[in-house]
T-cell receptor, first 112, second 112 residues
Framework: DTGVSQNPRHKITKRGQNVTFRCDPISEHNRLYWYRQTLGQGPEFLTYFQNEAQLEKSRLLSDRFSAERPKGSFSTLEIQRTEQGDSAMYLC??????????FGEGSRLTVL | GEDVEQSLFLSVREGDSSVINCTYTDSSSTYLYWYKQEPGAGLQLLTYIFSNMDMKQDQRLTVLLNKKDKHLSLRIADTQTGDSAIYFCAESPDPGGFKTIFGAGTRLFVKA
């Protein structure tokens, strides 16, 4: 499968714990995006990378959130000191330049 | 700020046409998209239209754009049970994904 891959698919954690999600984009895609999707809503942009550079960050991305793409390939999204309001589906997408977005299946976070 | 509005549910009989409507507020929107999300899957780009077009047809899909009213619609001809999914309308002033604003999605139920 050469699509966008996200892991883990589902994470259940207790409030206050840290979690990390990983995204492996389509190999030739230089742009990588993170979105958050809550129940009954569309995806909301969080941040994006062009190669290894993080070029845009949404105001939704609080100080507890950090994203990296160290070698311009896979990316990680870490949430520190999770809160119940962080419960959501975290979607990763990649594109070749400003072309079509290809989405992964998402990582669902449940904070108890 | 920018906003994209969609009705939440649509139910049609198999073989009928489905029409999913969307309104947006950003007059600088240049790219208007329709995405499909099946259960447990990521978003998949179905089709898109540039703001200088009125209509785009792609097999069973017809997109109509009324730029004056900022109204976008997606018509699916001969709707099949496999078309049951959530359909997201999205708009962007440029093709880069970081400025794409998604609607909350319309859940399409197709009755056999």
């Amino acid at each position: 499968d050469t699509g966008v891959s996200q892991n883990p698919r589902h994470k259940i954690t207790k409030r206050g714990q840290n979690v990390t999600f990983r995204c492996d984009p389509i190999s030739e895609h230089n742009r990588l995006y993170w979105y958050r999707q809550t129940l009954g809503q569309g995806p909301e942009f969080l941040t994006y990378f062009q190669n290894e550079a993080q070029l845009e960050k949404s105001r939704l991305l609080s100080d507890r959130f950090s994203a990296e793409r160290p070698k311009g390939s896979f990316s990680t999204l870490e949430i520190q000191r999770t809160e119940q309001g962080d419960s959501a589906m975290y979607l990763c997408a990649s594109s070749r330049g400003a072309g079509e977005l290809f989405f992964g299946e998402g990582s669902r976070l449940t904070v108890l | 700020g920018e906003d994209v509005e969609q009705s939440l549910f649509l139910s049609v009989r198999e073989g009928d046409s489905s029409v999913i409507n969307c309104t947006y507020t950003d007059s600088s929107s240049t790219y208007l998209y329709w995405y499909k999300q099946e259960p447990g899957a990521g978003l998949q780009l179905l089709t898109y239209i540039f703001s200088n077009m009125d209509m785009k047809q792609d097999q069973r899909l017809t997109v109509l754009l009324n730029k004056k009213d900022k109204h976008l619609s997606l018509r699916i001809a001969d709707t099949q049970t496999g078309d049951s999914a959530i359909y997201f309308c999205a708009e962007s002033p440029d093709p880069g994904g970081f400025k794409t604003i998604f609607g909350a999605g319309t859940r399409l139920f197709v009755k056999a």
